[in-house]
Every structure is written in C-alpha cells, then in structure tokens.
C-alpha cells in the first residue's frame, strides 16, 4: 500500500496534550465553552495552527478557521472540524478528535510538500456542547443563520454571564460576520457516541445523514381511586394506558429499520402512591428516523395509535410535539468520497447514521457535507470514560485525509 | 311491611351533630386521633350513650364500650361499631356512620322496648386511621393481639407526642385490659369507599370478606444510553421491560374475577431524561384477592411472568415482596344475617368484598364477624366531599337493627 498516510503517533500525542487543559481525575475532560480553560485550549490550538503556517480568522461568534493556502486560492476552501469545548464530565475525543485529525491532515500535507487545487481550512466551532450556555452547536448554528448573533451572544449561564461577555473576556470575538466565510465542502471525523461499529466489529462508519427527531409530550388522564375497593372493570388507570402506548413507542421504531428509533426517557405518575391508581400519566417521546418520509409516517402511527387508544378507553389522551428537527442527508458526493478513502486502506466500512446532532448538520444546509466515524468504546460518550483505540484514531484521520485531497483537488 | 325500623331522622341528625366538632369550610371532618377534638368527638358520643341508659367500659389503648343489658348477661354481647377518628381531610361517614347507627339501634330497641337475650355493645375504636399515629387500626389491632400495647403506646406523632401521653391528656386511659373483653359477634356497617355498589345501582353491600393484599418492589436493570445513536436491536431499556410486567400486572387481575386487583401506583425511571433510553425502573405492584389460594397464583404468575421476561430479554429483574395480609373471609352466620337482614326490607343488595382495611378484619380474629356496606357518592372516602344519601345510612341501620337483633336472639 502506497497511499499517503497520516502520523498517527503524532495525532495521538496532540489528542493527549489538548486533553491536559481541563484533565479530570478520572481521565476525562471538563472544558466548557468560553472559560479560562477553553482559552486555553483554543490558544494551543490556534499556536500549533501557526506552527503549521495556517492562519487564522475569528469571527464574531468564536469561530476560528485556519487556513492552508491552495494553488487556487479563489476557490473555496474544503473545510473540516468540529469543536473542542466539552461536557462538564466529558472525555478526550469528542469533537477534540475532529479538529485535531484536520491538524494531523495539514501536517502530514506540509510534511509531504503535498499542494491541492483549493485551499484546506480546520475549524473549531463555539459552544457546540451547550453544557453552559444554550442552544447547542452554537457557533455552527450562527454561522449557518439557524438562529441570530444576538440570540445567541445573549445567552446566560447559571451564573448569569452573557456568552458575549465571556467572549470577549476570553479574547475571541473576531472580527468577520458569521456565515461570511466561504465553504466549499465540509467534512466533519468523530468518534461514533453509540455502538453500531463496536458491536459490527468495523473501523469506519461512512455517515450517510443524521436523523431527523420529533419529540412529543404525551398525557394520559385517568381518575385516581384506591388500589384495594376499585375493581379492574370501574379504572380509569392512566399508567395502563399509558404503559400501551410506551410500548407502541418501540413498536413503531422496530417497523421502520434499519434507522427507526423509539425511546420513552421520562416518565411522571400522578399521585405516584403504592396503593392509589394512577390518575393522570406524562411522559416523553422521541421518534428518530433518517428520512422525513419515514419520520413523518411514524408520526402518523403514533398519533393513530393514540387516537384509538382514547376511543377504545375512553380516556382523554393528549400528544404535543415539542421539539422538531428535519433528517439530514449528506451529499452523496462526500459520502462517496468517505467510502473510498475507506476502500482504498482496506478499513472495514459500513453505512451508519448519526443518532446525534454535530456542527456538519448546520454546514450541510451550506455546502456539500459529509462524516466519518470511528468507533468509541462500549459507545459511550459525554463520560470521563469514553475511550477508542489509537488505530481507530488513525484509520479515521486517514480517510479524512483522503476524502479532503479527493475533494480539494477535484476542485481544480 | 311491619318490620322493627329504625329513625332516620335521629341517626342523620347524630352524624350531622358529630359531623360538626372538627368541621371544616369545605363540608368535611378533620378530628385525628386523640386530639382535643378527638375528646370532644369522644365525650358528645359516650354522653348520648349514657342519655341512651349505656355502661361504658374503656381499656388501656383508649376503645370505648358502651353496653346495653341483656336478658342473659353471661353471654358474650353481640357488639357493632367502627371509630370516629378521621383523615385530615375527611368526610362526616367514614367511621362515624358505623358508631352512631350503633347507637340509633340501642336508642330503637330502647324506644320500643325491646329486650335481647344476649347484651348489646357499640364500641368505638381508638386511630382507626393511622393519619397521627401508625400502625394504622390501632385500638382494634391491640385488642386482636396484632401488636402490643407498649407497641401502640410508644407510636409518635410528627411533633413527637406518643398515643401515651395524648391518651392521658384526653383522659381515655380505661382501666380494662385490651382484648379481656368478650366479643360475641361483630358487626361493622360502613361506606363502601368504592364504587361497585353506586355503578350498580345497589343499596346495600353483603361484605364477604376483606381482600388480601401482596405488596412488592420490582427493579428492572437496563443500561442507559442515548436515544438517538443507540439502534433498537442493541438496546436494554429498562422501561420496555418494565412497560410489559406493568401490563401483567392487570392482566393477571382480570384472570382472577371478580375480586382480583393489580395496581402498578408507583414508578420511577433513571435518569429519566428525554433522550436518555432509561437504565433502571423500579414500580410497585399491588395485588389483591379475596381468598389465600387465589392472591397465592397470582402471587406465582406475576413472578412466573418476571422470570421468564428476564430470560426472554437478559435482563436482570428484581421483585421483593414488602408487605403481606391475608384475605379475611367474614363468618357465613353474620353474612346471612346481613342478606337476611336486607332482603327483609326488599333492599336491593348484593355480595361486595371490602377492598380496605376496617376494624372488623382484627375482630374477624376473635369472634364471627360481618360488615354492612351503603354507597357512598363516585366511590369516594379520605375526602372532605364524601357524602352518601339519607336513605341508604337508613337502610344500612336497618339492616344493622335486624342482623344484631338476629344474632343477640339467635343467642339466647
């Protein structure tokens, strides 16, 4: 095998030394957004950027591109990234891995004398994490106009400080508009946070979309009567109903496979008493599918189930859908481009999705976008704990590598 | 029909008069056990039982005895009553209804000049309810020997004041040992606190006995993890699981009619968190039924279900049974003569069991024993709206007069 490759050692190596600033004891990393210690991250990463002859812009929400110049530089650059704040009991590769992999990339270029067609940009986004402040995946978010600057330099942490504030305190807010910065394609390595490829036994997820969600508050209104003098055919027991409909839940994620999910995460009883029937239910639902076809027709199920749940009980149920997010494909062409980066290592591959939200979401309403995943240990993540493997860290930065050459130069 | 009645009027008048120590705004009692209120309770009661030629005897736990002679007085006296202690929001009925129509029997016999071959006793018992002072049926329990009582005596309230102390500030330390007191049968009439008999549009409930009740603790044990990232076919969700016992739970009720109940009350998720697929649910489960064989199959099936579901899924599922009381079947002689005692009248009746714990189940210990049930409004007890119709607390003390009369004769 021939092809260019990556120092993985190095890689490594950076990926532990960024994890000092914010080091917790039991191996993780706690680095929120826009504290002391995520300037200090933000300054190693910024002084190993210049160290590889990038430079850098900042723009007003914090974030920071750096760029390796092109033979054409009227083109726009081929971008890759992610964020490097964490959660409060984070671990060293969430996002950390993304943009650190684009510094491994530029590197090994500038070790190899190696120019492309487009210039080559690493970015790290604002507060993707929103563990601080709120929304999550900030400054992708501003950047791609999903909510304003202002919105989002008003958030307050628990302490009441402003996001714009805590900016400017850190020495971060830069001076171009969000959203100005020319993309040309986006590419986004992360580690998987779920345990698809672990469980395939695969190094690299090739990440055709992320799923679409919808989530719902679902009531149920019982009466609540003794346990003991009520027999079972005079109950209005709302947690039976209730219970009906959690399992429909799944039902209707295990008929839309391979990408269907249904997940029941909160529930509230009242009176939530031993020996009284429940009287009234709340609880959650999450539907997730990649496509908003198929999201869309669990939708419709979910509904139905409930209507003829409440006809055939009689009990008033209601169902509120609170939160919306649309499915996003990435571009075909960049999802190739991973696969065959892929193929031509001879990485063990497989179609995933992302269960999760990632900055690429946002750039992909702005450019051609794509995602490589590596495996994480046991899929844990957002826990000191989460781990994967320095051949996986490797294998990752590779394909992105490639899929970044393949994109750049075609380009030209 | 020229059957020995009782007055209506005088009872309503005797529960609206008691009705008023401890009244509250909204229509209801709030007289808890062996307070100031409770004593005035105590003293308006024991004063129309003398006004009615009673004796009173009172015993160590404070249970009052009011007694009217016999023709044979050696025989152990045929004894009615229940306690006149409420809940903090409790209504006129519960308790009250089964002591004054106790007495409205005495004031009958006395207006018509009507001598029994055994004696006749009202009992009122002391903290029937266990609002102030746990264990809850405290007078009666002692009196069966359930516990002791040095037991009972050195029960706290929340402001550390014992049944001790509050039964002597009230004065109703009696001299008698609890439980020295011959029962010759027992009789309880009582709102049903259920609503079998208004949905059946019945008058008077012959309570066949007390339903048994098994009491446990379940924890299904998942593993958490995001909703999103996390396929259906990899997940171990606690909740699913838990979902399908909860089903069982009533499913199993339904296969032991009429009296079967099952009652999930209870639940709580971890973390129980939106997109959180939960790692831990722990519920209760409430079973009951009317004799020991049919509440001991359930008891199998519900643990039968638990096995096999934790087999079918690799869950591991836990279920700890923490409380447990036997069915109590009421005595054949004072069931006829409670169904006797209503067909006399043309009431319409039926067989109910009592759901709740009463009085009459620690006396169904010592002596035969039956309960008379009247309706009372949407089944509702424990509640400052519980409310019940003139004339169906006639026909209960009617029905009361003829079982007691029945049973002192029967005697002699």
Redesign the interface.
């Known amino acids: 095998m021939n092809e260019l490759t990556i120092n993985g050692a190095r890689l490594w190596q950076s990926l532990m030394d960024l994890a000092r600033i914010g080091a917790t004891a039991k191996g993780g990393v706690c680095r929120l957004a826009l504290t002391d210690l995520d300037k200090q991250g933000r300054d190693l990463v910024v002084s190993w950027a210049k160290e590889a002859g990038l430079s850098i812009t900042t723009d007003k929400i914090g974030n920071v591109f750096m760029r390796r110049a092109g033979k054409n530089n009227a083109l726009a650059p081929v971008v890759c990234g992610s964020h490097i704040d964490t959660q409060p009991t984070g671990g060293k590769f969430d996002g950390n891995y993304g943009v650190l992999a684009g510094l491994e990339v530029v590197r090994t270029l500038n070790d190899k004398g190696i120019e492309t067609e487009a210039p080559i940009e690493v970015v790290f986004w604002t507060n993707e994490e929103g563990s601080r402040f709120v929304p999550v995946m900030m400054g992708s978010g501003v950047f791609a106009g999903a909510f304003s600057l202002e919105t989002a330099y008003a958030a307050k942490d628990t302490a009441g400080r402003t996001v714009q504030g805590e900016l400017e305190r850190i020495g971060y807010v830069g001076s171009e508009e969000p959203g100005k910065h020319p993309i040309g394609a986006y590419f986004e390595a992360h580690i998987?946070?779920?345990?698809?490829l672990e469980?395939a036994d695969v190094t690299i997820g090739v990440v055709k979309g992320v799923?679409g969600?919808r989530?719902y508050d679902c009531v149920v209104h019982g009466m609540e009567?003794?346990?003991?003098?009520?027999?079972?055919p005079?109950r209005k027991?709302a947690?039976?109903v209730a219970?009906?409909i959690?399992?429909e839940v799944?039902a209707i994620?295990?008929r839309y496979?391979?990408?269907?999910?249904?997940?029941?995460?909160?529930?509230e009883?009242f009176p939530?008493?031993?020996?009284?029937?429940?009287g009234r239910v709340k609880f959650?639902i999450?539907l997730?599918n990649v496509d908003s076809e198929r999201l869309d027709a669990m939708d419709r199920e979910i509904r139905e189930f409930i209507d003829s749940t409440s006809k055939a009980t009689g009990l008033e149920i209601t169902i509120q859908q609170v939160s919306y997010f649309a499915p996003c494909p990435f571009e075909q062409g960049c999802v190739d481009a991973v696969a065959s980066g892929a193929k031509k290592f001879g990485y063990s591959s497989m179609d995933v999705v992302?269960?999760?939200?990632h900055d690429a979401v946002y750039m992909a309403r702005l450019a051609p976008a794509g995602m490589i995943f590596i495996p994480c240990k046991d899929?844990i993540?957002?826990n000191e704990i989460e781990d994967t493997r320095p051949e996986q860290v490797e294998a990752g930065c590779n394909v992105l590598l490639h899929a970044m050459l393949d994109r750049a130069n075609r380009a030209g």
């Open positions: 998987e946070q779920g345990p698809v469980d799923l969600l989530w009567a003794h346990a003991g003098p009520t027999p079972m005079l027991d947690l039976q219970t009906k959690m399992q799944v994620a295990h496979p391979p990408y269907g999910r249904g997940t029941v995460g909160f529930v009883v939530n008493s031993r020996n009284v029937i429940p959650s999450d997730r992302s269960g999760a939200g899929g993540s957002h």
